[in-house]
């Protein structure tokens, strides 16, 4: 539809899912602070069906909705930075002063970090893996990649890579 042809109806209906009504400022103000969607539309004095709809198919509510959330959730983030740079100082201190129990409570916190993976390093494993890996594939999805035994796999995958070099 282009913008000549839209009438003043339809050019209101347009512009309304771009912006909020003094009822949808309500029903999110309730929603964000916790309140059920039955709530919010009781303070919007919509029923709880439109603030469903409002929720799932309302650009601008929606739009609103994920920004106030993004916005408390960065302002979550901040609030637990700060309270583990404290909660750090005060470990730090324990441990310092020799607190068993909180050098024994920070090692179980602690995980090793978990080993990079590693591809194999032989040329012959990297395409026999490879090839295996193809025929687990066929096997479990064979209307996908049909069937075919992990040799003649393995030849086929041999076969292109020489093409290509």
């Not at 309270?83 to 909180?102: D, Y």
């Amino acid at each position: 539809m282009s913008g000549q042809n839209l009438t003043q109806s339809d050019t209101l209906e347009t512009e309304d899912l771009y912006k909020l009504t003094q009822r949808q400022e309500k029903a999110l103000d309730s929603i964000l602070s916790g309140r059920t969607d039955q709530e919010a539309a009781e303070s919007a004095g919509v029923r709880r069906q439109t603030v469903n709809s409002w929720k799932l198919h309302h650009p601008a509510f929606r739009a609103e909705m994920n920004r106030r959330r993004a916005e408390a959730y960065d302002q979550e983030v901040g609030r637990l930075r700060t309270l583990r740079e404290s909660a750090l100082q005060v470990v730090e201190t324990a441990l310092q002063n020799g607190s068993l129990r909180a050098a024994l409570a920070v090692l179980r916190l602690i995980t090793p970090p978990s080993a990079p993976t590693v591809d194999a390093v032989d040329p012959h494993k990297l395409v026999e893996n490879e090839a295996a890996s193809k025929a687990l594939n066929d096997v479990l999805m064979p209307s996908i990649s049909g069937p075919g035994d992990v040799k003649a796999r393995e030849r086929e995958l041999r076969a292109r890579l020489l093409e290509k070099l």
